[in-house]
């Protein structure tokens, strides 16, 4: 008789516990895309009156057959929105004094891409991209589009510090340098992506 | 060459396993430690819709889920989407009252930076998440993660 516990049905206890683990776990995902909501409305307000120029504003409306109608344009899928966003935010068709003094910031891989349109946006801070969806809109479409939105910007952002949009993103707000690398990208070029209320048309 | 076979003269042939239950029990320590024990149903359809632009949130304590989607026991719930917070499903003006609730649970300080994820199902139309996120706003719970999964990109 040895004096020792026989230790060799360990591993298989630990691997039985082992798989029931693997089984039941669900490894949390916190990813998704971020949308700051506008603040509630006060009724006893009147909303605010802006004028904005049309040029200045990139319609996108989804209707409840999941088509879509790009300034006027009709379009099938939303594959490629994010290449039209991009030319209509970095437009820059009328800069004032200050957008000329971002767009001279800019690196020259960006300022090429500046096509000075009359009827596109006048520069990136009065640029707006409107998402109108109606109630019938399916949300994955929906998504698909701001998801191209996000992406334009997330691309301009990080072409201007010199990453790619994946590293930009990734950045968070923990320490002092990725911090402003962070606001470098965002500085002058906010993200306006407003998301209109759906209509009622032909929805539930 | 003299290297391996000096090696070979002195191993014995078999490998020495008895670390294998240490290595065993890292690997379940590791996933001991990184399970959440789901602590509610959902109720509801969870087909995540895809996307590229994801980011990841930092503070999970902020972060408070909802779910939409059909429900899964279409016979009790029917077949319209609904709206899943906590155990329970609720209906859109009841949202208010759950995002005070979740609320309350954060310490003080953090309590306007409140986040919601919203785990919305494929099929889902905007209608009812546009509701919800009226009721979000008067709740003003800003602050709202659209839940997605990373697509493979295709080039």
Redesign the interface.
């Known amino acids: 008789m040895s004096n020792e516990i026989n230790?060799g049905s360990?591993?298989d206890i630990?691997?039985l516990?082992?798989i029931f683990?693997?089984v039941?776990?669900?490894?949390?995902?916190?990813?998704?895309?971020?949308?700051?909501?506008?603040?509630?409305?006060d009724p006893n307000v009147p909303q605010p009156d802006i004028k904005k120029n049309e040029r200045n504003i990139f319609n996108v409306l989804i209707n409840a057959n999941n088509d879509l109608l790009v300034e006027g344009e009709y379009r099938r899928k939303a594959e490629g929105l994010d290449k039209d966003f991009k030319d209509f935010i970095m437009n820059f068709g009328a800069p004032d004094e200050e957008a000329v003094a971002l767009f001279n910031s800019l690196p020259a891989s960006l300022q090429a891409q500046a096509q000075r349109k009359p009827d596109s946006s006048d520069h990136p801070g009065e640029a707006v991209i409107s998402i109108k969806?109606?109630?019938?809109?399916?949300?994955?479409v929906?998504?698909?589009v701001?998801?191209n939105a996000?992406?334009a910007y997330?691309s301009v952002y990080a072409e201007r510090v010199g990453l790619t949009?994946d590293e930009y993103?990734?950045l968070?707000?923990?320490d002092e340098a990725s911090k402003a690398l962070q606001n470098k990208g965002k500085e002058g070029i906010p993200m306006a992506i407003s998301i209109a209320?759906?209509d009622k048309m032909g929805?539930? | 060459m003299s290297k391996f076979r000096k090696k070979k003269l002195g191993g014995s042939d078999q490998i020495n396993?008895s670390a294998?239950?240490d290595i065993?029990?890292m690997?379940?320590f590791f996933?001991?430690v990184?399970?959440?024990?789901?602590e509610q149903d959902v109720l509801v359809d969870q087909r995540i819709?895809q996307?590229?632009?994801?980011?990841?949130?930092?503070n999970?304590t902020l972060?408070s889920y909802i779910f939409i989607g059909k429900p899964k026991n279409t016979s009790l719930y029917g077949s319209?989407p609904r709206v899943q917070a906590n155990d329970v499903l609720i209906s859109s003006p009841e949202i208010v009252q759950w995002v005070n609730q979740e609320r309350d649970k954060l310490p003080e300080a953090d309590r306007q930076s409140i986040t919601i994820?919203?785990k919305?199902?494929?099929?889902?139309?905007?209608?009812p998440?546009?509701d919800v996120?009226t009721e979000?706003?008067?709740a003003?719970a800003?602050?709202?993660?659209?839940?997605?999964?990373?697509k493979t990109e295709e080039n």
């Open positions: 230790a360990m591993a630990a691997f516990l082992l683990f693997l039941t776990t669900t490894i949390a995902s916190d990813k998704g895309i971020l949308n700051f909501l506008p603040p509630k409305q969806t109606n109630r019938g809109t399916s949300y994955a929906f998504l698909e701001f998801d996000k992406r997330f949009p993103r990734a968070t707000d923990d209320e759906p929805g539930n | 396993t294998l239950p065993i029990f690997l379940l996933f001991m990184t399970t959440v024990l789901r819709p996307s590229t632009q994801l980011q990841k949130l930092q999970k972060i319209e994820s919203m919305v199902d494929k099929e889902v139309k905007m209608g998440i546009s996120q979000l706003r008067n003003d800003r602050k709202v993660l659209y839940a997605s999964t990373k």
